[in-house]
């Protein structure tokens, strides 16, 4: 018995890092996966990876922040495998690392549209959905910097810490109806979002790596399972009783 049997979900960004992790993790867990996704090659990749290892999943292009787009691959979803229980809602870009004052309007707003807007909308076009369902779980990835700050990418901490507080907001507007919102928040996965913001520091991989490593307590960064386990617990009814809390898997970076 899977601890997802019967349910079927959503995840944005879900070619690769988290979002693939989770779809896998999702997938062997007994849910039906619509893999979405901006990178088509890799997304239709872990589809047939899925599928050929016996679970259930397919492939459809979404950029999270075209709402017409949200709400086409939602309703093509729900037809597809009966319904819709899940949204995890993972796409998120790191953006322009530069001081406050040197941000353009354009870097800061790129962010935003993928990263706040993104989950709002994913927010927005599930609710219909999961509540013909009777309920359901979304789960909108956040970050330890949606809980403490750092001097670089402020448009990031930025974004995250809205995702923190839209993620409660929503707890509250729709616990009655059994639909749970809940944030998850990693320290630092390695991930090719995570191997970018190395190769534009200058550092090599490795050196990078142990820096980012020794920032947390266990000394060393998470890997991408580190998470999808988390996502697995929040989208099995095992959390049933859980809505509108900060998951923090980070390593104890956040505890001092
Ligand atoms: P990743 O390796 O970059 O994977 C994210 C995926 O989302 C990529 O395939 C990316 O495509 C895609 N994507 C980008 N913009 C999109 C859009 N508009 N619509 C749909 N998909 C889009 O990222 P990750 O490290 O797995 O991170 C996943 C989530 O966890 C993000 O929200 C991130 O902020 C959060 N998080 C990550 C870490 C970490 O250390 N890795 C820590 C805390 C929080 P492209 O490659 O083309 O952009």
Redesign the pocket.
Known sequence: MGRLDGKVAVV??????????ACRRMAEEGAAVAV????DA??EALAREISEAGGTARYWH?????EGEVERVYREVAEAFGKLNVVV??????GANKPTDEITLEEWQEVM???VT?VFLCTKHAIGHLRRAGGGSIIN??????LVSAPDIPP?HA??GA?RLMSKTDALLYATEGIRVNS?????????????LGARSGFSEEAFKKE?GSRHPVNH??E?DD?AWAIVYLASDEAKFVTGVELVVDGGYTAR
Do not use: C, Q, R
């Not at 990835?141 to 949606?146: C, D, F, M, R």
């Open positions: 944005t960004g879900g070619a690769l890092g988290i979002g693939a992790a979405t996704d901006v990178k890799e997304g979404l950029d999270v922040a075209d809602a993972n796409a998120g870009i790191a549209s993928v990263n993104g990835l956040s970050s330890i910097y949606g990031y974004s995250k995702v998850v928040h990693p320290g630092y996965i390695w991930t090719p979002l995570v191997a970018d980012l960064v998470g991408p998470i």
